[in-house]
C-alpha cells in the first residue's frame, strides 16, 4: 500500500486556543483510516486544515504525485479539490434547491455555448453515483431526499473530482444502523478501488468494523499514528482517546440518600416527538445519568420536561405534584426546573451581550423594582457566580462571544444557579473542552450534587457518565432501554452500557 | 457552600485564558455617537456663518427644534423594532391611521387635546401589537408583514378620510393645537421669567426618549425583547415569553408612531391623510445613523436623537442655503453613507489595534 | 401532474385565468376589446421587469431598496441625453441600461467592501439617487423626444404591445439565466447556502455583486419601457414602485432568505396585481381598495406558501 497522504506537525491556533499541536497523519491507497478523539481534541481542524477551509500555523501536507510525495498549499477549499482531496463536513452541504446532478458537480459546473451543460452534468453525476453504486435520481431536488441518500450525495460529491483521497466527518451521525452499513459497504468498495479514505466517528463499534488503521488525537497531538487497528482492543483505543483522565480524577465523594422523595418522576412518559412509555426519577442530590447515542431522542426528552415538546401520554411529576409545564419560563419559575442546553453558542448563550446579562437574565424579576432592573444587584450576582465557578473575566461588561468555549459554558450554567433550580438538567456539559476545565466541570457538577440539587445529566460521553452518574438510564430509539446502578468500574460499566445500547434488555 | 462548589483542584490559568482575560473594548474615538456630535458641532458652525439666519431663534431654530422632535420619534419607533432584528415597513401608515383617529375624536366627541392624544396612542400601539401578533403566529418575515399591512393601511387611511372628512384632512382644531404648533416657552412668564425658547411640541419627543431609554436600559421588558433579538431560542430556553415580547416591541413601535404623527399633525396645524408619508425612510435613517444595527439585540437611543438631529440640520441649513429638497435628498444619503463606511472603518482598525495589543 | 398543481406557481396561474376571465365577462367582453388590452398590457411591463429587478437580488437574500428611484433616475437620464444632448435614441438606450448597471454595481461593491446589510446601503444609494434624478431636470419634464422611441413604445405586433414583448423577453431572459447559465446556478448556490457554495470553490462576494448589477440592469430596462412608452418624464418618477416591486415576488413565492427564484411566479404575480387595478378603473372602486386588496395577498400568499410547506413536508 503506497502513502498518498502525510500530515506532519501540524500547528493550528484560535484566539485562546492550540486546536492542533503538531499533529501527524498517514494516509494510505486502498485503506480505511480512521482518526479518532474526544471532542475538543482537533478532529475536524485537522479535517479543515487537509481540505483548505483553514490554513496551518505550521506544519506540512504533503501528497502523492507522480514524482512522489509533494508538499502542497491550498488557498482554499477548491485547490484541495483540484489534487484530490474530496471531504464530506459534518454540516450539511447541499444546496436543497438543486437537483442531486447538481450538487455533485457544483465545484466545476460544465458549460457547452456558454450555456449549462445539462447532459454533461447528468452524466458526471450518474458516473460519481455508480462508484458508489447506489440507486438515487440525479434529476430530482435534493430537497426530498432522505438524510442518508444526501449523505451518499455529499460522498459522491466529494469524488465528483478524482479525489484520491475522502475524508469523512462523522458520516453515520444522522443515520440509523442499517443505513449506516449502507455507507460503509460503499466506503469499502471505495478502498477496493484504490481511493483512501480517512474516517472520522465516534462510534467505535463502527471503527472496528470498517477502519484498518487508525490515528488517535488528544488534545490536538497524536498519541497514536498510523497503527493497525487489529493490534488493539476497545479498552486500549479509549485509554489512548481520554488518556487516564477519567481515573485520576478524585470526586468529592456523596451519599445521596436512597429514600428521599424523588424531585422529579417521569411515569409512563410519552411525547409528540415520538418517545413512549419512559420512565425516570431523580432524588434531591443525585446524579441521573441519560446515556445514548445521538439521535436517541436524549435532548429532546428534556425539551419536553420544558413544555418545548407535546407530553401526549403519563405523568410528569415535580416534589411528588403533578405538573403540566406550559414553558420554560413555568419550569423555571414555577417548578425550579433549568436546562443546559448543549448548543451553548446557538441556544445558551446570547454571544453579542454582556457577561452580566448572560447571567442574570433568568432572575432579571427578582432583581427588579418597579420594573426596572437594579444594576449593583446584578453585579453582585454576577461577581458572586463568576466567583462559585471560576470564571475568568475582566468585566461584567465583557460580551460573552469573546470568552473562551470552558468559561462560557460555566456562564451558560451560571444563569440556572442564579435561578435556584432544585433539578437541573444538563446536556453534554463537556463537549468542546479541553481536559482539565472538563475535570474542573465534573468537580463542579458532583458539588452541586452535593448541595442537594437533582440532576439529570445527558451524555454521549461514557468516561464521564461512569464518573459522575449515580445510576444510568440509557436510551435508544426514543425509548430507555435499561436503568444501571453505577459502580464506577469503568470496563464493566461501559460494557453493560454497550450492551443495553445494542440491543440485550437487561434489568437494573 | 461556596467551598463546595469552588474546584479545589482548579487548574492554573491556561495561557488561552489570560489571553481572552482582557476584554475587547473600542477606543473611545471608534464610539459612532461621537464622530455624530462632531459632525452636527461642524455643520452648525458651517451653516451659521454661511448664512446667519440659521441661528434666528424664531425662524430657524424653534421650526428646527419641533423638526427633530417629530423625526427622533419617526426614529424611535423603527429603534423599537430594530431592537428585535425586525423591521416595521408601516410605520408611517400606523401614524396616519392613530392620527385619523385623533383627528376623529377631536371631531366627533370633541375630546381635549391630550385625550385624544390617548386615544390615537392607543389605536397606534394596538396595530402595532396586530403586526406582533401576526408574525410570531405566522412566523413570516416582519418585513413582508408589515409591507402587507402598510399596503393594507394605505387604503384604509384613505377610505377612512373619505368617509369621514372631505377626503384630505379633519376640519377641527381642538384648543390647545394653536399653541402646541405655535408658541415656545418663552411665550410663557411667571413675572419676569420666561422660559427658553423652546417650541412646546419638544416635551413629547423628550419623554418618549428618556422613557425609550430607559426601557432599553434598566427595564426587564426592555431588556428581554433585546436578548430576544439577541438569540430568540437562547431567550426562549432562558424562560423569556418570546412571543410576548416580539408582540410588546411591536405594539410599542405602534405607539410611538402615533405620537410621531401626533406632533407632525402638531406642527402642520392639521390631521390629515398625508401624515406619516415620509416617516419610512427617515425611520430607519436616524438609527442607523446612530449606531443601532439590523441585526438586533442592541440599539442607540441617544444615537437616534444624534441622527435625527444630523439629518434635520443638514435639511435646515441647506434649506436656507435655497438648495431644493431633492438636492438635500442627495446630500443626506451621501452622508449616510459616509457615516456607514467611516463606522466600519473604524470598527476594522479598532479591532485591528484591539488585537494587536492584546 | 400532481407536482405541478401543488407548486405556488399553478395556484396564481389558475387565480390569474379565473380572474381575468370573470373580469372579461364581468365588463362584457369589454376588456378584450384592442384598446383595453393594450392598455392593461403596456401598463403591465414595468412592474414585471421592476419585480425581477427585486428578485435577483431576493435571490442572494440581500433587497434593493433603490430600484425604483433608479428607474426614474435612468429613464430622466436617457431623456436629457434625447433632449439636452441630442444623442440618438439607441444610444440614450444603451446609456440607460448602463448607467443602471453601473448604479447596480456600485450597490454590490458597497456591500461587499462594507459588510454593511444591502437594506442599508440600498437605502443610502436611492436617498442620494432621488437627489440625483431630480437634478437632471429639476421639477421639469422631458418630452416630443424621439418620435422612432416612442413609435415603438406605442407599437403592437400582433395585437401585443412591443413594450409587454420586451418585458416577456427580459423574463424569459431571466429566467434562463438562472435555470441555464453557471453564473446564474451559482448566484442560487450562493443564495441558498452560502458556507456550502463557498466550499465548493464558488465566490459569495461575487454573487453578491452579480445580483445587485443585475438589478440595477433591470431597472434600467424598465426605465426604457417608461421613456418608450409613456412620452413624457419627470422626477417623480419610480416613486410608486418600491413596495410593488417587493409584492410581486413576495406574493410569487420567492423567499427572502435567499436561494429560491419564480420568474414565472414573479410575472404571474404582478399580472394578477395589474388585474386587480383594471377592475378597479372598470368599475371605478376607490382607488384606495386596490393597495387594501394588494396588502391581503402579500400576506395570505405567503401564509398559503407556509400552509403548503407544512403540508409536504408532513408528507414526507
Redesign the interface.
Known amino acids: 500500500m503506497s502513502v498518498v497522504l502525510t500530515a506532519e506537525k501540524l500547528v493550528k491556533t484560535f484566539p485562546g486556543v492550540r486546536a492542533l499541536d503538531e499533529a501527524t497523519l498517514t494516509v494510505s491507497a486502498g485503506s480505511v483510516h480512521a482518526l479518532l478523539g474526544e471532542n475538543g481534541a482537533g478532529k475536524s481542524t485537522l479535517i479543515k486544515l487537509l481540505t483548505g477551509v483553514y490554513r496551518p500555523d505550521g506544519g506540512h501536507i504533503r501528497l502523492a504525485g507522480p514524482d512522489g510525495l509533494r508538499e502542497v498549499h491550498f488557498a482554499g477549499p477548491q485547490d484541495a479539490q483540484r489534487v484530490g482531496v474530496g471531504v464530506v463536513h459534518q454540516e450539511r452541504n447541499l444546496i436543497p434547491a438543486f437537483s442531486v446532478a447538481e450538487n455533485i458537480c457544483l465545484q466545476h459546473l460544465p458549460r457547452r455555448n456558454g450555456l449549462l451543460d445539462r447532459a454533461r452534468i447528468r452524466s458526471e453525476a450518474r458516473r460519481c453515483l455508480d462508484l458508489l453504486d447506489v440507486d438515487i435520481d440525479p434529476d430530482a431536488p435534493v430537497s426530498g431526499l432522505s438524510v442518508a441518500h444526501m449523505q451518499l450525495v455529499e460522498i459522491a460529491k466529494a469524488l465528483s473530482a478524482d479525489s484520491k483521497v475522502l475524508l469523512l466527518d462523522e458520516p453515520t451521525a444522522s443515520l440509523t444502523g442499517d443505513e449506516a452499513d449502507r455507507l460503509y459497504a460503499v466506503v469499502r468498495r471505495l478502498c477496493e478501488r484504490g481511493h483512501a479514505v480517512v474516517l472520522v466517528s465516534h462510534k467505535l463499534e463502527e471503527i472496528f468494523a470498517v477502519a484498518d488503521t487508525v490515528t488517535v488525537l488528544r488534545d490536538g497531538r497524536s498519541v497514536a499514528e498510523a497503527e493497525p487497528l487489529a493490534g488493539h482492543t476497545r479498552d486500549q483505543i479509549v485509554d489512548l482517546m481520554v488518556g487516564r483522565a477519567y481515573q485520576e480524577v478524585r470526586l468529592t465523594p456523596r451519599t445521596p440518600d436512597p429514600t428521599a422523595e424523588p424531585a422529579l418522576v417521569l411515569a409512563g412518559v410519552a411525547t409528540a416527538a415520538g418517545h413512549h412509555d419512559v420512565n425516570l426519577a431523580v432524588r434531591p442530590g443525585e446524579i441521573l445519568g441519560l446515556y445514548g447515542l445521538v439521535g436517541a431522542g436524549r435532548s429532546e426528552l428534556a425539551k419536553a420536561l420544558l413544555g418545548l415538546e407535546q407530553i401526549t401520554a403519563g405523568e410528569v411529576r415535580v416534589h411528588g405534584k403533578a405538573a403540566r409545564i406550559r414553558d420554560v419560563g413555568d419550569a423555571l419559575r414555577r417548578h425550579r426546573i433549568g436546562y443546559v442546553t448543549e448548543n451553548r453558542k446557538e441556544e445558551g448563550l446570547f454571544l453579542s451581550q454582556t457577561i452580566a446579562r448572560n447571567t442574570a437574565v433568568t432572575v432579571w424579576r427578582r432583581l427588579s423594582r418597579l420594573g426596572l432592573v437594579r444594576d449593583r444587584a446584578e453585579r453582585a450576582l454576577v461577581a458572586e457566580y463568576a466567583d462559585r465557578l471560576g470564571i475568568r473575566l475582566a468585566s461584567p461588561d465583557q460580551l460573552a462571544g469573546q470568552l473562551s468555549g470552558g468559561n462560557q459554558q460555566k456562564v451558560s450554567l451560571a444563569k440556572w444557579l442564579a435561578a435556584d433550580c432544585d433539578v437541573l438538567i444538563i446536556d453534554e456539559p463537556t463537549v468542546g473542552i479541553d481536559v482539565r476545565t472538563k475535570a474542573a466541570f465534573h468537580e463542579l457538577i458532583t458539588g452541586l450534587a452535593g448541595q442537594g440539587m437533582a440532576i439529570l445529566l445527558i451524555s454521549s460521553d461514557l468516561p464521564e457518565m461512569v464518573t459522575l452518574a449515580d445510576r444510568i438510564a440509557v436510551m435508544r430509539d426514543f425509548a430507555v432501554v435499561g436503568e444501571l446502578v453505577n459502580d464506577h468500574e469503568y470496563s464493566r460499566m461501559s460494557q453493560s452500557v454497550i450492551r443495553l445500547i445494542h440491543g440485550a434488555q437487561e434489568a437494573a | 457552600m461556596k467551598t463546595a462548589t469552588t474546584p479545589p483542584a482548579a487548574p492554573p490559568a491556561p495561557p488561552a485564558a489570560v489571553a481572552e482575560a482582557r476584554p475587547r473594548t473600542l477606543p473611545f474615538w471608534a464610539n459612532p455617537r461621537l464622530g455624530l456630535v462632531i459632525v452636527i458641532v461642524v455643520l452648525v458652525a458651517l451653516f451659521s456663518s454661511l448664512t446667519p439666519a440659521f441661528l434666528d431663534p424664531r425662524l430657524t431654530l424653534a421650526p428646527l427644534q419641533a423638526d427633530i422632535s417629530v423625526y427622533v420619534v419617526v426614529g424611535l419607533a423603527q429603534l423599537a423594532v430594530l431592537s428585535l432584528g425586525h423591521m416595521n415597513m408601516a410605520v408611517g401608515r400606523m401614524a396616519a391611521l392613530s392620527t385619523f383617529a385623533m383627528g376623529l375624536a377631536y371631531d366627533r366627541l370633541g375630546v381635549p387635546l391630550l385625550v385624544g392624544l390617548a386615544v390615537g396612542l392607543a389605536v397606534g400601539a394596538a396595530i402595532g401589537a396586530l403586526a406582533g401578533l401576526v408574525i410570531t403566529k405566522t412566523g413570516v418575515n416582519s418585513f413582508v408583514v408589515t409591507l402587507a399591512l402598510d399596503f393594507g393601511l394605505l387604503g384604509l387611511v384613505t377610505i377612512l378620510y373619505t368617509r369621514a372628512t372631505d377626503g384630505v384632512a379633519f376640519a377641527v382644531k381642538p384648543a390647545g393645537l394653536a399653541e402646541l404648533r405655535f408658541d415656545t416657552f418663552a411665550d410663557y412668564c411667571l413675572g419676569e421669567v420666561c422660559g427658553p425658547r423652546v417650541p412646546l411640541v419638544v416635551p413629547f419627543a423628550l419623554v418618549a426618549v428618556l422613557a425609550v431609554g430607559l426601557l432599553f436600559r434598566y427595564a426587564r421588558l426592555g431588556r428581554e425583547i433585546l436578548m430576544t433579538g439577541a438569540n430568540p431560542v437562547a431567550a426562549q430556553l432562558s424562560g423569556i415569553p418570546t412571543h410576548r415580547r416580539v408582540v410588546a416591541a411591536h405594539a410599542l413601535s405602534g405607539l410611538l408612531a402615533a405620537l410621531a404623527g401626533f406632533l407632525l399633525a402638531a406642527n402642520n396645524g392639521a390631521f390629515s391623510a398625508n401624515v406619516g408619508e415620509s416617516f419610512l425612510l427617515p425611520s430607519f435613517l436616524a438609527p442607523v445613523l446612530g449606531g443601532t444595527l439590523l441585526a438586533g439585540g442592541a440599539v442607540s437611543v441617544l444615537g437616534t436623537v444624534l441622527g435625527a438631529t444630523l439629518t434635520q440640520v443638514i435639511y435646515k441649513g441647506l434649506n436656507l442655503l435655497q438648495f431644493s429638497l431633492e438636492d438635500l435628498k442627495l446630500y443626506i444619503g451621501l452622508v449616510l453613507l459616509a457615516a456607514l463606511s467611516l463606522d466600519r472603518l473604524r470598527a476594522v482598525l479598532a479591532e485591528r489595534r484591539a488585537v494587536s495589543s492584546s | 401532474m400532481k407536482n405541478l398543481v401543488r407548486t405556488n406557481e399553478f395556484t396564481l396561474a389558475a387565480t390569474a385565468v379565473v380572474g381575468f376571465a370573470t373580469l372579461a365577462v364581468a365588463t362584457d367582453f369589454n376588456l378584450l376589446t384592442a384598446g383595453t388590452m393594450d392598455a392593461f398590457l403596456s401598463f403591465l411591463a414595468v412592474p414585471m421587469v421592476i419585480g425581477l429587478a427585486q428578485m435577483v437580488v431576493l435571490a442572494v437574500g440581500q433587497?434593493n431598496l433603490s430600484v425604483g428611484v433608479l428607474t426614474g433616475f435612468c429613464a430622466m437620464a436617457s431623456a436629457w441625453l434625447m433632449v439636452d444632448a441630442a444623442l440618438p435614441a439607441p444610444l440614450a438606450v444603451l446609456a440607460a441600461l448602463a448607467l443602471g448597471a453601473l448604479v447596480g454595481l456600485l450597490n454590490g461593491l458597497?456591500v461587499v467592501f462594507?459588510?454593511?446589510?444591502g437594506?442599508?446601503?440600498t437605502?443610502?444609494?436611492?436617498?442620494?439617487?432621488?437627489?440625483?434624478?431630480?437634478?437632471v431636470h429639476?421639477t421639469g419634464t422631458y418630452q416630443g423626444y424621439s418620435p422612432g422611441l416612442r413609435a415603438v413604445g406605442q407599437a403592437s405586433l400582433l395585437g401585443i404591445p412591443v413594450v409587454f414583448l420586451l418585458a416577456l423577453a427580459v423574463a424569459v431572459a431571466t429566467a434562463?439565466f438562472f435555470?441555464?447559465?453557471?453564473s446564474g446556478?451559482?448566484l442560487?448556490?450562493s443564495g441558498?447556502?452560502p458556507?456550502?457554495?463557498?466550499?465548493?470553490?464558488?465566490s459569495n462576494d461575487r454573487a453578491l455583486v452579480l445580483a445587485h448589477t443585475l438589478s440595477g440592469l433591470l431597472a434600467g430596462v424598465a426605465a426604457v419601457i417608461v421613456v418608450a412608452a409613456f412620452g413624457s418624464v419627470n422626477?417623480s418618477i419610480g416613486d410608486d414602485l418600491l413596495?410593488p416591486s417587493?409584492?410581486a415576488p413576495?406574493i410569487g413565492g420567492v423567499a427572502?432568505v435567499g436561494?429560491?427564484v419564480s420568474v414565472t411566479g414573479t410575472v404571474l404575480a404582478a399580472f394578477l396585481v395589474r388585474l386587480v387595478d383594471v377592475t378597479q378603473a372598470q368599475f371605478d372602486i376607490?382607488?384606495?381598495?386596490?393597495?387594501?386588496?394588494?396588502?391581503?395577498v402579500?400576506?395570505g400568499a405567503?401564509?398559503l406558501g407556509?400552509a403548503r410547506e407544512r403540508l409536504t413536508g408532513g408528507a414526507?
Request: glycine share 10%.
Open positions: 433587497m458597497l462594507t459588510r454593511i446589510n437594506f442599508i446601503v437605502l443610502a444609494t436611492m436617498t442620494i439617487l432621488e437627489g440625483l434624478r431630480y437634478g429639476g434562463l435555470r441555464r447559465t453557471v446556478r451559482r442560487l448556490a441558498g447556502n458556507f456550502a457554495a463557498r466550499l465548493s470553490g464558488i422626477a413596495l417587493f409584492a413576495i427572502l436561494g429560491v376607490n382607488r384606495r381598495w386596490v393597495d387594501l386588496i394588494i396588502g391581503a402579500v400576506l405567503v401564509l407556509r414526507r
